[in-house]
């Protein structure tokens, strides 16, 4: 009775959010050609949890994540990283904030051509000025194993080393979080796994929090948790799932929509 | 495939731009400097017609060994009062004007000369029969008694002087004052191409320069008769000895000798407008070549869909075609401008032209034509023929990426074959005279070369310049060293076009140096005097002024020359006569045989080179003619000298010369100061000295050297000014280049923005690439041009240029202005990288 206040105090902590959007709306063009994209979009990214975002084409999934990952600026609603808004920066903050605090894995083209694969992992933290962390990047080296592939240019590898070596490069930084945009869209389905087992070990091994937008069930598979996306708004969740469950759920979110194309 | 072409230039505005203006440039300074050279041609034709509009015939004395270098010794001889007198008696002639002209030098105020920087001081006399005067009165009235003159029009508004005004001339003694009393026209024109003209009264003007006659005698046929006619009678009565010509036939021959000097300036700046074509053409193959790479995709479905190889080839060509012809239609207006460019240009560097309305001939249109429409299709024959290789199955590939073939064993020794008919070309024509066309053949044949082979040395060169900035830029600097080698035959082709300016300009550099230095060191060798005095006006002052010299306190010897021109065996000599007791004081000449006092004797020194191209030595005798070319008087040659230190082939002394000449001013005189007297303690009195004679400078050693610096340098500005265009057409080509390779790396730069690089580090990239890349060209263009520098020095060791210089401080400053021009060209492209929208670049596939 005495002690309301301690009894606050003493209640659990909420589990800290890595990334998270409050009614995140985008519209491309105006008019007649106007597409919203995203329709009040209000998610949460908890830390260490790896989330995936699914939907249909023209879901709004990519524009999510392009809002999230501060490539694209939302029409209304708010951004946060960690407790940064992202609407509070300028364009040279918002680029600071993703070359430090943000990782990220595209489908293709993830490297520079002109640099080995070492001097990509580093890219980050060499356009910072900085020297990568030696142990860190060892561990990170060890986990996509690429040894012997360092000194490679990006033209003498093969897709799923290019891949791997992206994946190096999002985490070497330890960002507070990871974008992946379909980042086995490109892969054979072993390369795929492989991928995809990298980016799990991250999550269960160092807490990394990951984003990815995905359309392949099987990879969704890999994540804590699944957003499902429709017509620009959240449509449901799903928590530890299989490729069954996820294959269910958006053959249940549109009877049209063919999984996996 | 008409179609196909034409849309891809309209799709492709900007490029198509930047080619056209690679050869709207060149083709501008190519019709600049035909429009300037008719425009001048035509103003001096005008000249001649205005000023001998109504002479029916002209009398002239042949001149046997006149040159452009001057007049034969002492005055030129002109036409005799009796053959005045028996002209005038001619069956069919109505009056005759004998004309008595000379240099008469207008000097300002302040004692300082009025032109005589290049036009002529002319001085004649007032016309008495009005049809024939080439002078019209504007103001006043004609001069009537001694003292008084009247003077062009357009000197007088120039230098605000009027009526009533006293002016001050000098002629052959000290200056005098006159009374101005009118200002003269010539038809239509105030201005006489730049040239002072003062009018005399008639008896001054023949006491002044009538001592061996009429310079020329003009001659008013009788009404009714036929020019040819009378002017064959008159030739008849005088005899060879003159040359009689009608008004017409005198104002070609006058323009034509005009033209000839022209041609000469006209030629230069041809070379010049060249170069520019051979940067421009250069950009072109670049641009051809970058968007033939970059169109394989396009290229490949025109042949999957049945183009054939023919068709392919005509689409790249047409569109180099219409490159062209529009390239050159806009260099043909901004050629007008040029013009005008141009002739202000060498106004500002010493050579006055007179300003007219521009000349714009038919001819000139034509040859811009061709030129720019050849220069482009033959600058993107080789990437056209490149695109018929794309094969059509490219178009099917997911990565149509062209792929580059390594600089192969092909370009080496293709590159080595053209580097040594170039270098052979070179030697060839200057060290066997095979003449100044196989000189630029080769010249452009081992530009050429170098261009071809540079992709060869451009990885290793690139890594080097680039070092520094990897370490000084961070990863931005790698990425720009790095994006220089990605491509080594477009980084390479694109620093070869900085490549040719930079080797001329280094090769200016050199060959001045050289000149400059191997003209020192014979000063310090030759000049032995405290002071000399030099003609202002670089043709004589008066022998008065060297008498001054000689009372003033301070003063142990003067040595005067004075120069003409002789004929040998009917050739023109230059000739300076001596004192010969005192001239070895203050002249230390290279005398290989005999000595140089002995011409005391009246006997004559000659250079070594002519010595033995008349086949003479010391004791034998040389035919000299020193006024009239029929006499010829025997002299015994008693001494071979070096010209190069004196600059006159043939040496006498003062005392023959006089004998063979009569009087003459004076060319030069020499000083030297008593024993404690320094050269900063004479030179009050010595200038006080010369005050009266405004065409005698004085000058010590160091006014010598500095006045040789001037020179050079002025001649150094000159060629940098006409270089500019060039280096301007190379930079943008460098711009060029870089805006089409940040295109082409969209998708690069939209993954490196979104991965963490700032716009300011994105501009970084492309600034250093674009600096790395001028490097390049500007460390080709070095070795090209100490090349050139070398073998030119050592093409003319014989000629006096004995000292092979490398301005190394000015040779740095080139390098370092190459590197700030590459930040210039990176503006913008590195503007547009900063700039990309990152997610429309990372969808581009």
Partial sequence: MSTPLAAETTTPQPVTLAARTVELTKTYGRGETEVQALRGVSLDFPAGQFNAVMGPSGSGKSTLLHCLAALDTPTGGTVLIGDTDLSRLNEKQLTRLRRDRIGFIFQAYNLVPTLNASENIALPQRLAGRKPDAAWLDTVLDTVGLRDRLNHRPSELSGGQQQRVAVARALAGRPEIVFADEPTGNLDSRAGSEILSFLRTSVDEHAQTIVMVTHDPSAAAYADRVVFLADGRVVGELRDPTAETVFDRLKSLDPLSRPGT | ?845
């Fill in chain 2, 1 to 845: 495939m008409w179609r196909a072409t034409l849309s891809n230039l309209t799709a492709h505005k900007v490029r198509f731009l930047a080619t056209a203006a690679a050869i709207v440039l060149g083709v501008a300074f190519v019709v600049g400097t035909l429009i300037l050279g008719d425009t001048l041609n035509a103003t001096f034709g005008n000249l001649f017609g205005q000023t001998g509009a109504g002479i029916d015939v002209q009398v002239t004395r042949v001149q046997a060994f006149a040159t452009q270098f001057g007049p034969p010794a002492g005055a030129a001889e002109g036409v005799p009062d009796d053959v005045v007198a028996r002209i005038a008696e001619v069956e069919g002639v109505a009056a005759v004007e004998p004309t008595y002209d000379g240099s008469a030098q207008l000097v300002d105020a302040e004692g300082a000369i009025i032109g005589g920087q290049g036009p002529p001081t002319i001085g004649t006399d007032v016309p008495t029969v009005e049809e024939l005067g080439s002078t019209d009165l504007r103001e006043g009235r004609y001069p009537e008694t001694a003292g008084e003159i009247a003077i062009d029009a357009a000197t007088a508004a120039e230098r605000g002087l009027g009526l009533g005004d006293t002016v001050s001339v000098s002629i052959d003694g000290p200056v005098q004052e006159q009374t101005l009393v009118g200002t003269v026209g010539f038809g239509d024109l105030d201005d006489l191409a730049g040239a002072t003209v003062t009018l005399f009264d008639d008896d001054t003007a023949r006491e002044l320069f009538g001592e061996n006659g009429a310079g020329t005698v003009a001659v008013l046929a009788e009404e009714g008769q036929d020019r040819a006619s009378v002017r064959d009678r008159i030739a008849e009565e005088v005899g060879s000895d003159f040359e009689v010509l009608t008004g017409e036939e005198a104002a070609e021959a006058n323009a034509a000798e005009i033209g000839q000097a022209l041609g000469f300036l006209t030629t230069a700046l041809l070379v010049f407008a060249g170069v520019s074509l051979l940067v421009g053409s250069f950009l072109i193959f670049n641009i051809f070549t970058i968007t033939v790479a970059q169109r394989t995709r396009e290229l490949a479905l025109l042949r999957a869909v049945g183009a054939s190889r023919r068709q392919v080839l005509a689409s790249v060509l047409i569109e180099a075609l219409a490159v062209g012809i529009a390239g050159a239609a806009l260099g043909i207006g901004l050629g007008i401008a040029t013009a005008l460019g141009l002739r202000a240009l060498l106004g500002q560097f010493g050579f006055a032209l007179p300003a007219d309305d521009l000349v714009v001939n038919s001819r000139t249109l034509v040859i811009a034509m061709v030129v720019g429409p050849v220069v482009t299709l033959v600058a993107a024959l080789i990437p056209a023929l490149r695109s018929t290789r794309v094969p059509p199955i490219s178009a099917m590939r997911a990565n149509a990426a062209p792929v580059t073939p390594r600089a192969g064993a092909l370009r080496l020794i293709l590159g080595a074959v053209i580097l040594a008919a170039g270098v052979a070309a070179l030697a060839a024509g200057l060290f066997a005279d095979a003449g100044l066309p196989v000189v630029g053949t080769g010249a452009v044949l081992v530009l050429l070369a170098v261009a071809a082979l540079s992709p060869l040395v451009t990885r290793p060169i690139a890594r080097v310049l680039g070092a520094p900035v990897a370490a000084a830029r961070g990863l931005p600097g790698t990425l720009a060293r790095e994006n220089t080698v990605r491509n080594t035959r477009r980084t390479a082709s694109t620093a070869a076009a900085l490549m040719i300016g930079l080797g001329l300009v280094t090769f200016v550099l050199i060959f001045t140096a050289s000149l400059q230095e191997s003209i020192s060191n014979t000063i310090d060798e030759v000049f032995l005097a405290d002071y000399s005095v030099a003609p202002a006006n670089f043709i004589s002052f008066p022998e008065e002024a060297t008498e001054a010299l000689a009372g003033v306190e301070g003063v142990a010897v003067v040595s005067r020359t004075k120069s003409a021109t002789v004929g040998i065996e009917g050739d023109a000599r230059t000739t300076i006569a001596i004192e010969p007791e005192t001239f070895a004081q203050v002249v230390s000449l290279d005398v290989p045989q005999g000595d140089l006092a002995d011409v005391a004797g009246g006997g004559v020194a000659l250079d070594e080179a002519l010595a033995a191209d008349l086949g003479v030595g010391i004791g034998d005798t040389v035919d000299i003619a020193f006024t009239d070319p029929d006499a010829e008087e025997p002299i015994e040659v008693v001494a071979i000298m070096l010209s190069q230190q004196s600059g006159a082939q043939v040496i006498v002394s003062l005392d023959r010369f006089a004998e063979a000449v009569g009087e003459a001013p004076d060319s030069s005189a020499s000083l030297l100061l008593d024993e404690g007297v320094t050269v900063e303690q004479a030179r009050p009195a010595l200038e006080e000295a010369l005050a009266p004679f405004p065409t005698a400078r004085l000058s010590d050693i160091a006014d010598v050297r500095e006045q040789i610096t001037d020179q050079t340098n002025q001649l150094l500005g000159l060629v940098f000014a006409l270089l500019f265009l060039s280096i301007i057409i190379a930079l943008f080509g460098i711009t060029n280049t870089l805006a089409l390779s940040v295109r082409e790396r969209t998708r690069e730069l939209g993954l490196l923005r979104a991965i963490g690089m700032s716009r300011s580090q994105a501009r970084t990239m492309v600034r250093w690439e674009s600096v790395i890349v001028s490097l390049l060209g500007a460390t080709l263009g070095l070795a090209v041009g100490l090349f050139f520098g070398w073998i030119f020095t050592r093409a003319l060791e014989d000629t006096g240029l004995d000292t092979f210089a490398v301005p190394v401080v000015q040779l740095v400053i080139a390098v370092v202005l190459a590197g700030v021009a590459g930040v210039l060209a990176a503006v913008i492209p590195a503007r547009s990288a900063a700039r990309i929208d990152i997610l429309r670049a990372l969808a581009v596939e």
